[in-house]
């Protein structure tokens, strides 16, 4: 395994970042998951220009243009093997602020650190996918867009492993979170979706849902290809009790159907058939990307 930081490669014992970078002091940097299919990196230029403007919104300087960090993900993919066809895998793209003196102030840090690892992915379990996943709300709330606005991508995640903690405490993999007033933002680290009323429904990004790039890809791509119409409209949880559907979208987890939330079964309590298509024609998508 080669990882690299900074234009080298190190092996894994080796690949270290500086105790003085603010990105591990202070959670200061920015990040991507970006999924391999076909030994291709998925939608790269989506996730790179999404990196971009988390980088703009907090003042990073990323120091490589676009076409060098693509070019160092695609070396950094030939290196360890996840070129060609058929191949998967998981790119984690980091900027971590640097190394700096002990303050908060990013003026102390000369220079950003640009971290690539590629890795195997680590998927719910099937039976997660046939069957249908179960979630609870958390009582932790996405943190505000006047404090830490969601849409950055940034390595402050606490937010969301709080949330994660709360789901998995009450034996869910993932966990509803609602913004400050009451409006479902997204999941732990997955967009909502829900079906209702023959169309399909996702929250905008300004109640607290991540731009997410398979979030994009179903919208704009699948449910076009299905002839299907999707509308960004505020939801409580009243909507996703009432709907019909519900399914979660990230690059990791892909197209996951939710068959419950806070115990209220949704439609019939398995996974739907609007959601069954969308899943089909993504991992179609997918296959022949
Ligand atoms: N919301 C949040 C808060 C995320 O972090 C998504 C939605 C899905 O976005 P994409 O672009 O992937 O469709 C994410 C991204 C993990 C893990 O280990 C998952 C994400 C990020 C970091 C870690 O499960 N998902």
Redesign the pocket.
Known sequence: MKIYIDGEFFGRDDAKISVFDHGLLYGDGI???I?IYNGKAFLLDE?ID?LFRSARAIMLEIGMSKKDLCEAIGETMSLNGRVGSGVTGYIRLVVTRGKGKLGIDPASCLRSSVIIITEDLQLYPEKTYNEGMSLITASVRRNRVDSLD?RI?SLN?LN?IMAKMEAQNSGSPEAVVLNERGFVA??????IFIVTAGSVVTPPEQDG?????????VSKTICAALGIEVKERSMTLYDIYTADECFL?????EIVPVVSVDRRVIGDGVPGPVTDSIRKEFSRYTDSF
Do not use: M, Q, V, W
């Open positions: 990040f991507e998951g999924r996730h999404r969601p991508k995640y969301n997204e999941c732990t680290a997955d967009n849902a991540l731009a997410g790039i398979t979030r994009e890809c979208t990230g690059s990791g987890a």
